[in-house]
Nanobody, 123 residues
Framework: QVQLVESGGGLVQAGGSLRLSCTAS????????MGWYRQAPGKQRELVAGISSDGSTNHADSVKGRFTISRDNDKNTVYLQMNSLKAEDTAVYYC?????????????????WGQGTQVTVSS
């Protein structure tokens, strides 16, 4: 049973910083991409940042220069360093991991999600 456990959310003042962590357990398969999504009240879930197994990253335009995603493959852990937080960053942040389950007869991956962690930025 694959589990993603997130930590690091909380309440912070605008301009402050938080670091989110997410560790995947319960799998012996390769983890391809890992990422962070967020969902604010009344809005759709959106990609914040993603990172591939080779370390290539992408960040949403709204967080570029403020947020940085990284991962430790040995620990199956992904991090999101969030600096210069703004009120509009307030949301539930979800960790995602795409795990390769088999290569035969064709590559088959599955997405797994964490339970979400609340980030609230007060202005």
């Amino acid at each position: 049973q694959v589990q993603l456990v997130e930590s690091g959310g909380g309440l912070v003042q605008a301009g402050g910083s938080l670091r989110l962590s997410c560790t995947a357990s319960g799998t012996t398969f390769a983890i391809n991409t890992m990422g962070w999504y967020r969902q604010a009240p009344g809005k759709q879930r959106e990609l914040v940042a993603g990172i591939s197994s080779d370390g290539s990253t992408n960040h949403a335009d709204s967080v570029k220069g403020r947020f940085t995603i990284s991962r430790d493959n040995d620990k199956n852990t992904v991090y999101l360093q969030m600096n210069s937080l703004k009120a509009e960053d307030t949301a539930v942040y979800y960790c995602n991991a795409r795990i390769l389950l088999t290569m035969s007869p064709a590559p088959l991956s599955r997405d797994y999600w964490g339970q979400g962690t609340q980030v609230t930025v007060s202005s």
